[in-house]
């Protein structure tokens, strides 16, 4: 299907993808530069405000019920290596802009209190990573993409070791920066022979536009190749298993806006939706198995895991691998359905997840601790904090009238349709997510209790009711009336659906 560009000009008469991606620098650079902390807060909160008010606007002026990239704007970057400054937005992508800025705007108010030092640093490269999410989510060239997509490792790498949380913050930020740094290299070698594959002759200049190379088919011989290469790059960043290793203690160690991000913001599935999926459609359908296998792999190992877990962080972290590999085994259907659910599913994680691991930052803030053991009882003194962490919980598991439904119900609908084997293992990670839920709720909300901590501890401050009660007000209007969702996605999923799959093996 020809996918036709909508200029920005024709649409809101400024660039305003581009408007979302420098602000925020602009903004923290100004944030840097004031002396006075408090006053500091502010304008990050503001320009904050900004960027979200401008990614619903985006929104708002995005024209659902067609597969075109909408709000595009192209100048030329590096001709001698085909490169250029392109950026739009389509129904695979525009849902994430605004879930991107409010998720910045929470945790500029979530960590209000919690960071009580270098304020400025910390509130300037949380605006400087919102700008960078926003150039992976809009980038329509590959080495613009692999630019933002580096360059994100810059402001985690400073929030983690110098915010965070756990003794061994400094060793969980490095290991996560080279580990990226390692999956960049195939990446990057992905993508070099994409451009290479893509030159109709020898005389052809090379490019990396992603419109252009969606239009010209990969050779069967290196297909496969450039699959496995770029696959490798998005699976560590997902993270996919076995991959995930860096997770955990990233998650244990990093500070709770971090967490927040990493968890509500997944990268590197985005990834293997916009690229793999479309670029290289023959080399997906061919090793769909594989993906639909590392899937629910996912799906139950993560499940697993997250029930015997005695930290409410690592639980929380295992909990996101299973949901990632959910979103995977949308992706390997290859049917429309799977691919809204899969979109559908990543932006639960940015509602659901991310309050859970809001609430879990703030009953660590009470009690010093985020270990299972330390805490019991907690809803005799924190009962809002018990009725959010429940709600979010069940969002999470995909229980109807939650956030979590749509995307549950329609990448289960696909595996049905595409390989009931698939579909088993699905509902089995779903039956250990129940368990799991409800095995931590009851250990720490349930019960006496018997530490002293959680004695004297307080409810939900103002802040911390109104960031949780955001994301709880989202979960069950998405939950309840997910039509405009399905709405904007539907046609991107409908033009990217292969008509068969056969390297799935489909039931009679």
């Not at 290596?81 to 991107?100: C, I, R």
């Not at 926003?134 to 980038?139: L, R, W």
Request: proline share 7%.
């Amino acid at each position: 299907m020809q996918i036709r560009e909508i200029f920005a000009a024709d649409q809101v008469g400024f660039p305003v993808l581009s408007t979302l991606i420098f602000l925020p620098l602009l903004w923290a650079i100004l944030v840097l530069a004031i002396g006075d902390e408090k006053r500091a807060r502010w304008t990050a909160l503001t320009g904050a405000l900004i960027e979200l008010f401008l990614s619903l606007f985006v929104l708002a002026r995005f024209s659902p019920g067609t597969p075109d990239v909408q709000f595009a704007e192209r100048r030329s970057w590096i001709p001698a290596l085909g490169a250029s400054y392109h950026v739009g937005v389509d129904g695979m992508s525009v849902l994430f802009l605004p879930v991107a800025a409010m998720l910045t705007v929470l945790v500029l108010v979530a960590s209000w209190h919690d960071v009580k030092t270098r304020a400025r640093g910390f509130c300037a490269s949380l605006l400087a990573l919102s700008a960078i999410v926003v150039g992976i989510y809009s980038s329509l060239d590959l080495v613009l993409f692999f630019v933002f997509w580096e360059a994100s490792l810059v402001p985690i790498y400073f929030l983690v070791s110098l915010w965070g949380v756990g003794p061994e913050r400094r060793y969980a930020a490095m290991k996560f920066v080279l580990t990226m740094l390692a999956a960049s290299g195939p990446l990057l070698l992905g993508i070099v022979l994409l451009a290479v594959a893509g030159r109709q002759s020898p005389a052809d200049p090379y490019t990396f536009d992603w419109l252009v190379l969606r239009g010209r088919p990969v050779p069967a011989a290196i297909g496969p190749i450039v699959f496995f290469t770029m696959l490798t790059g998005f699976a560590v960043k997902g993270p996919f298993v076995p991959l995930h290793t860096w997770m955990p203690t990233m998650l244990r160690e990093c500070p709770v806006g971090i967490g927040v991000l990493l968890t509500g913001l997944k990268l590197g599935s985005y990834g293997v939706l916009r690229f793999l999926v479309p670029l290289l459609p023959e080399a997906t359908a061919r090793y769909a198995w594989l993906l639909g296998a590392v899937g629910v792999t996912g799906v139950v190992y993560g499940a697993l895991v997250a029930l015997v877990q005695p930290n409410l962080r690592r639980m929380l972290s295992f909990a996101c691998l299973s949901h990632v590999g959910l979103v995977l085994l949308g992706i390997s259907s290859g049917t429309a359905e799977g691919l809204s659910g899969a979109v559908l599913a990543m932006l639960n994680l940015g509602l659901s997840a991310t309050g859970l691991f809001f609430l879990t930052g703030f009953l660590q803030s009470r009690v010093g601790s985020s270990e299972v053991s330390a805490l019991g009882g907690v809803a005799q003194k924190a009962p809002r904090a018990a009725v959010m962490f429940l709600l979010l919980s069940l969002a999470g598991i995909g229980v109807p009238g939650t956030s979590g439904f749509p995307g549950e119900h329609l990448v289960l609908l696909s595996a049905y349709e595409t390989s009931l084997p698939l579909l088993g293992f699905a509902l089995l990670g779903t039956i250990l997510g129940a368990a799991y839920v409800l095995r931590v709720f009851e250990q720490v909300f349930l019960g006496p209790v018997t530490r002293p901590r959680v004695a004297s501890m307080k409810d939900l401050r103002p802040l911390e009711w109104g960031v949780v009660g955001c994301l709880a007000i989202l979960v069950l209007v998405v939950g309840l009336y997910p039509r405009p969702l399905l709405a904007v996605v539907g046609p991107s999923a409908e033009a990217l659906a292969r008509p068969a799959t056969p390297a799935v093996a489909a039931h009679p």
